[in-house]
Nanobody, 115 residues
Framework: QVQLVESGGGLVQAGGSLRLSCAASGRTFSNYDMAWFRQAPGEEREFVAA??????SYADSVKGRFTLSRDSAKNTVYLQMNSLKPEDTGLYYCAVDVPGVGRYWGQGTQVTVSS
């Protein structure tokens, strides 16, 4: 059973920082693509950042401010978020793509950035 558990969200002022964590269990995920998405109220879920066999990628809106890292020994990925803006507010989800099976999602962690 694959499980993803996000943590680290909270309320922060604009310009501040947060670090999100996504702890995975049920498999060894070091060779799988893992990603962060977010969803603001009334909006569709959108891609934020990913790591996979071809490196890391970021949405244009977060480039230079967010950094995704992976600790394979802990089966955990992190999202360091700096210079946060009110438009970064949303529910942040971790996802993993398991080949031949599909995409698994975590339950999400709320990030709120006040102006």
């Amino acid at each position: 059973q694959v499980q993803l558990v996000e943590s680290g969200g909270g309320l922060v002022q604009a310009g501040g920082s947060l670090r999100l964590s996504c702890a995975a269990s049920g498999r060894t995920f070091s060779n799988y693509d893992m990603a962060w998405f977010r969803q603001a109220p009334g909006e569709e879920r959108e891609f934020v950042a990913a790591v996979g066999w071809n490196g890391r990628s970021y949405a244009d809106s977060v480039k230079g401010r967010f950094t995704l890292s992976r600790d394979s020994a802990k089966n955990t990925v992190y999202l360091q978020m700096n210079s946060l803006k009110p438009e970064d507010t949303g529910l942040y989800y971790c996802a993993v793509d398991v080949p031949g099976v599909g995409r698994y999602w975590g339950q999400g962690t709320q990030v709120t950035v006040s102006s």
